[in-house]
């Protein structure tokens, strides 16, 4: 070890956290990882999360039990209440409860990006990572892709696809939309099969694919159950961590220590810390170290659904049926950001099961705002780390999102409604989905409507946003460091200046892999 006890300090074993934690210790560096959740190898992981169907597991209660972070809510809109938000706990992170979806954000979200001056998060600088981590067995061997890395990308063959899934890419080509057989390459649109992270029908998480080829390292030590409370800090400088491990408190010192603990709890703890917005520290007693924005600017996909009342035909015939294999990336408008909307098909209708109103025989097309303009908020609820912060996403509660909602859902009625999907649904569109088809020709009531059910599609983002170190709204500069301290940085999707234009996983294993090579 160092005089001051490890390298690298790494809070948090989820996806960013772990790959960035494997590859610092494959380099030498000494690394603690600290995980707040069980930490298991990866033979141990609960079969249900196995599934290709992550319904398989939401319908099993002992399948989340230490591996879901529970009392965690937030309100999607403000006019909803809070309700449950997932996010996962234990090694892997959210990557081993998540969709298996892995797909890309379009290069042009890295443009983006660079504009509001993250520096280094080019397209051309990220590109070699998202490649340098995937295994992907269909298009390895484009210039933009790769093979063998630690990630496999599987598309299941059309052959495979549920009834939901035919029915959508069917419906969407007629009504004209491209196809895209790799929605991974730089520039795509249009229909395309969706990449997912498995191997031979398994979920593949970061636990899986980095972790558990890394714990022969002498340099690197893994420490689950271990709720970190805040950094500690030697003037201007973060010097480790102070944790409670079995109900003691406990400290760990590092040269660096690096924040992984996601879109939630990163901010949290750098705000516990002493960093964040000052009228909020000081309302809970907390001495303020450093004023940041830290908390402002949540976002997630804000996602509507129309139910499909499905044939026997096309009802899924096993619980580990897909879920869901298609996505069709598209433009609301002219002038609007490219593939600012996204449908997916769900072979099973998620949301209607989660409420024991329907049962599989039940699936659903859905629409989400992959490019979003609404901000959310997140703060402390005390300054104790086992309460869950309070989280309020306002969604749709920018103009520009809800006309862009509003033009996806019903675009999405119209493929619904199409015979290509008649085809797979039996009963009546309409009853089936009295309450939207009720408001449907009314901006104001069809508005009402999406901020009363809309959800999220759980790719929370950017509560410690990146950019330029003089922008109001930056937290960490493009080398990830929190601004006004020394030896502190964080690493993972809370940094992202926005919600990318895709599922984040994927988008935040690069940041891993990216910021382990910055390191050294």
């Known amino acids: 070890m160092t005089s001051s006890g490890w390298d690298l300090i790494v809070v948090g074993a989820g996806s960013a956290g772990a790959t960035l934690a494997v590859r610092s210790a494959a380099k030498g560096k000494r690394v603690l990882l600290l995980e707040a959740g069980p ?22 209660p002992t399948a989340a039990e230490g591996l879901v972070w529970t009392g965690l809510n937030s309100s999607r809109t403000d006019k909803q209440q809070q309700a449950p938000y997932w996010r996962g706990r234990g090694v892997g992170g959210s990557s081993s409860i998540n969709g298996q979806i892995a797909i890309r954000p379009p290069m042009a979200d890295f443009e983006d990006w660079a504009a509001l001056g993250c520096l280094g998060w080019s397209p051309q600088d990220v590109l070699p990572y998202f490649a340098q981590l995937e295994d992907d067995e269909q298009f390895g061997d484009e210039p933009y892709h790769g093979r063998g890395g630690p990630t496999p990308i599987y598309r299941t063959p059309q052959s495979a696809w549920g009834g939901v899934d035919s029915a959508l890419c069917r419906s969407a080509l007629a009504a004209g939309f491209d196809w895209a057989a790799d929605v991974n390459a ?55 961590a102070q944790l409670i ?86 433009t609301s408008a002219a002038g609007a950001p490219k ?106 009531e069809l508005d009402d409507y999406l901020l009363a059910t809309v959800v999220d599609a759980q790719h929370g983002t950017s509560t410690c946003r990146m950019g330029a170190a003089d922008a109001a709204d930056t937290v960490v500069d ?32 690069m940041a891993g892999e990216l910021m382990a090579d910055r390191l050294g």
């Open 186 to 240: 730089p520039g795509a649109t249009g229909v395309s099969p969706y990449p997912i992270n498995s191997r031979e029908g398994r979920r593949v998480s970061v636990n899986d694919a980095y972790l558990e080829h890394a714990r022969g390292l002498n340099t690197l030590t893994v420490q689950g159950d271990a709720l970190v409370d805040r950094v500690l800090f030697a003037g201007n400088r973060a010097v480790g």
């Open 39 to 60: 930490d298991y190898r990866s033979a141990q992981t609960h079969e249900a999360w196995r599934s290709p169907n992550p319904v398989v597991a939401l319908m099993d």
């Open 339 to 444: 593939n600012d909307l996204m449908f997916v098909s769900l072979n099973q209708n998620v949301l209607a099961m989660a409420s024991a109103s329907t049962g599989t025989s039940a699936g659903a097309f859905g629409v989400w705002l992959n490019q979003n303009y609404s901000r959310g908020e997140l703060t402390l609820a005390s300054t104790d780390p086992s309460d869950q912060p309070l989280v309020l996403q306002r969604m749709l509660s920018d103009e520009r999102d809800l006309a862009r909602m509003r033009a996806g859902l019903r675009e999405l009625v119209d493929l619904a409604s199409r015979p290509e999907t008649a085809e797979i649904t039996e009963g009546s569109l309409q009853g089936e989905n009295e309450a939207l088809f009720c408001v449907l020709d009314s901006d104001s």
């Open 245 to 330: 491990v079995a109900g003691r408190t406990v400290t760990e010192h590092a040269d660096t220590v690096i924040l992984s603990a996601g879109v939630i709890h990163s901010p949290a703890i750098l705000m516990r810390s002493g960093i964040g917005p000052a009228h909020h520290l000081r309302r809970l007693g907390i001495h303020t170290r450093h004023d940041l924005p830290v908390g402002h600017g949540m976002q997630d996909h804000p996602m509507t659904l129309v139910s499909l009342p499905l044939t026997d035909a096309a009802a899924v015939k096993t619980p580990h049926d897909r879920h869901t294999n298609v996505c069709v990336r598209w």
């Open 478 to 509: 493009s080398e990830c460091r929190v601004l006004g301290v020394d030896g502190l940085r964080v690493v993972d999707a809370s940094v992202f200046p926005s919600v990318p234009r895709a599922n984040t996983n994927l988008a935040t294993i």
